[in-house]
């Protein structure tokens, strides 16, 4: 919701959401996709958490490549965007793994 009333600026306001959704998709579709065991909501937790760093190396490629690479790692190594293993009720990804192990 938009504090102005100035229709252009409501307008670039829209416009600004609408790149960081994109950003965001790009990121997790290039870190993040490739992990089966993920969490969607977390990883967009973890990119809005480097969303300062990623603004200030957004200007310059080879900053921007580092700090990209950095949320990469960030999503392959920690346990910050996986989802929590269930007993009762596991995920799909807990149940592709168990099909996976009975086929071996």
């Not at 290039?30 to 990883?43: C, H, V, Y």
């Amino acid at each position: 919701v938009s504090r102005s009333a100035n229709v252009w600026r409501i307008l670039c306001e829209i416009y600004v959401k609408l790149l960081i959704i994109l950003i965001q998709h790009w990121i997790m579709l290039t870190g993040l996709w490739e992990i089966p065991q993920r969490s969607l909501t977390k990883g967009v937790q973890a990119i809005q958490e480097q969303a300062s760093h990623l603004a200030a190396c957004i200007a310059e490629r080879r900053s921007l490549i580092k700090c990209l690479k950095q949320l990469a790692k960030l999503f392959a190594s920690s346990t910050a965007c996986r989802q929590n293993k269930r007993r009762k009720k596991p995920n799909n990804w807990m149940r592709l793994q168990q099909v996976r192990e009975w086929r071996a």
